[in-house]
C-alpha cells in the first residue's frame, strides 16, 4: 500500500527566508503524480504546485518549487521569499489511479 | 459558483442524532471524493464518486456512514447515530474525472461538531 510520510508537524520561518517542507513516500508502482496543497485557516485547500513522475525536471510555480528524486521517493517543497500570506497547513500527497493519499501535514508559520 | 460549495458550513450536533452533509461539485466534474479531517490529522479517505458509482468505499469507518451521488452532481454524506469521534472537518473535492492527473478542488469543508 502507499503511504506519504511528511516528517515535520510543525515549522517556523521569518518573513523573506526560504523553507524546505520535506516529504517521503513509498510505492512499487513506476508511474504516479505527486502534489503539494496549502489549508490555510479558511480551511479552503489549495493546489500549489504538482509533479509527474515521468518528468524528471523538477516542477516550479512562481515562488514555490520542489525537489523531486523518485530512486528516493522523496518530493520536497521549497517556498522562496516566503510571506505572511503562506502562514498554512502544508499537505503532501501521492495520486495513482483513483487512489489520493495524503501525508499528515507540516504546519507552517511565517514570522513577521 | 465556480468552486465546490458544502454546506453547512458548521453544524452542531447532539450524539445519537443523524447528519447530512451536502456537496455541490465544480459543474462537469465527473469525480467526486469525501475526506475526513481531524484535529492535528491529516485528510482520511472516506469515499469517492465516478459518476453516480462508488468504486471504493473502503474508507468509510462504519456502517453508520453512508453517502449517495445523484445526477453525476450533488452528494450527500449521511452520518446516523453520530457519536464523539465522530467530530471533525468534512471535506468534498471534485475533479474533471478520477486519475488522469485530475487535481482535486476542495470546498471549504464541514465543521461538524457532536455534543
Known amino acids: 500500500a502507499q503511504t506519504v510520510t511528511q516528517s515535520q508537524p510543525e515549522m517556523s520561518v521569518q518573513e523573506a527566508e526560504t523553507v524546505t517542507l520535506s516529504c517521503t513516500y513509498d510505492t512499487s508502482e513506476n508511474n504516479y503524480y505527486l502534489f503539494w496543497y496549502k489549508q490555510p485557516p479558511s480551511r479552503q485547500m489549495i493546489l500549489v504546485i504538482r509533479q509527474e513522475a515521468y518528468k524528471q525536471q523538477n516542477a516550479t510555480e512562481n515562488r514555490f518549487s520542489v525537489n523531486f528524486q523518485k530512486a528516493a521517493k522523496s518530493f520536497s517543497l521549497k517556498i522562496s521569499d516566503s510571506q505572511l500570506g503562506d502562514t498554512a497547513m502544508y499537505f503532501c500527497?501521492?495520486?495513482?489511479?483513483?487512489?489520493?493519499?495524503f501525508g499528515k501535514g507540516t504546519r507552517l508559520h511565517i514570522l513577521p | 459558483g465556480a468552486g465546490v460549495s458544502q454546506s453547512p458550513s458548521n453544524k452542531v450536533t447532539e450524539k445519537g442524532k443523524d447528519v447530512e452533509l451536502r456537496c455541490d461539485p465544480i459543474?462537469?466534474?465527473?469525480?467526486l471524493y469525501w475526506y475526513r479531517q481531524s484535529l492535528g490529522q491529516g485528510l482520511e479517505f472516506l469515499i469517492y464518486?465516478?459518476?453516480?458509482?462508488?468504486?471504493?468505499k473502503s474508507g468509510l469507518p462504519s456502517d453508520r456512514f453512508s453517502a449517495e451521488r445523484t445526477g453525476g452532481s450533488v452528494s450527500t454524506l449521511t452520518i446516523q447515530r453520530t457519536q464523539q469521534e465522530d467530530s471533525a472537518v468534512y471535506l468534498c473535492?471534485?475533479?474533471?474525472?478520477?486519475?488522469?492527473?485530475?487535481?482535486?478542488?476542495f470546498g471549504n469543508g464541514t465543521r461538524l461538531t457532536v455534543t
Open positions: 459543474s462537469g466534474h465527473t469525480a
Open positions: 464518486f465516478q459518476g453516480n458509482s462508488a468504486p471504493d
Open positions: 473535492a471534485s475533479s474533471l474525472a478520477a486519475g488522469l492527473n485530475s487535481p482535486l478542488h
Open positions: 500527497a501521492f495520486m495513482n489511479d483513483d487512489k489520493i493519499i
